[in-house]
């Protein structure tokens, strides 16, 4: 009899913001738009796609132009519809009835959510008060926990802090767990394993083009790992999982490394400049409009395209958001926290000015 199982009964969706404000900035999308820059290249490649064909089943050229600028071999590199579905896909590959899932918390909120839509047991590993991994706490709580696979971002979402790779590298050495690497953020720091990811046996990268490459919109991410766990992964993804138009344009946008180092240079230039402006409001805290005063507990230095500020509790956190909101301004909360993606001058400067 069909039903709506307990699982799913309870589950809420992702509350992404829909909706037209004047400044976003709570998705972590880059500000950068490639398409104004490629645009009649965009509009080639697009009109030579086959509209009556399948894709590519491997996405080759698209993994030539990302193993160029990554130095990875292209063996070693599966495309996806975003990383999001790569972690689906990973997640149900490597999880069998009874397997034990382990992320942190804080961390990207969509791990635990994929472990608990397929039913494994998820296991939180908390991290310190200032939001910093203790590695040695950590690799305790693995070997006590036993789990199948470790997930976790690095520079993370939400916190936007990095480990540094020697550090990294401690931890997968120290675990039979394969652990999934999302490195989503790697691009606005430089602790990334990419170059090592074949050394490793049970390690495997995430990328993304939705935040430095500016591209959410294509929904393209890449998987890599070793011979055996890329084959796995090949075997379980469904034929054509990423769209002619995803890879048509996602080949031509990757081709050009020069425009992400200059989009690059940008995004971190904005980063740096919402950091500073922010920072004085430690001291300062923010007035609402009934003339309370909102103390912030801590301004995060970041290695991401965001700044994370935290209140002493979540009413705080609410009640700055909702002033943003007054001024047409969208960004994430998330409980005690404020994420504030790096906008242009001009929407950093309008969101100074709320604030
Ligand atoms: C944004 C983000 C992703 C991106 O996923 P896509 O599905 O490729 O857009 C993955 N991991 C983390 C931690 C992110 O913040």
Redo the contacts with the bound molecule.
Sequence with gaps: MYRLNDKVKNLVPYDAVAGDYKVRLDA?ESFVDPGEFFKEEIAKAVGKVPLNRYPDPTSLKLRKAFSKIYGVKEALVVAGN????LITVILGAFLQSGDRLATLTPD?SMYGFYGETYERKTIEIEKREDLSIDVDQLIAELKEADPQVFIF?NPC?PTSLCLKKEEVDRIIKSTSALVVL?E??MEFSDQSLLSEVENYDNLLI?K????AWGL?AL???FALSNKRIVDAINSVRSPYNVNAMTQAIGELILSHPAYIEGAKKKIIESRENLYTSLLPLEQKGISLSDGTKVPVKRVVKSETNFVLVEFHDANWAKKVYEKLLKHDIIVRILGNFLRITAGTKDENQELKKAL
């Design positions: 972590n975003g990383s999001d579905e990207f971002s979402s999302d989503a953020y995430l993304t083009c939705s935040k959410a929904r393209l991410g």
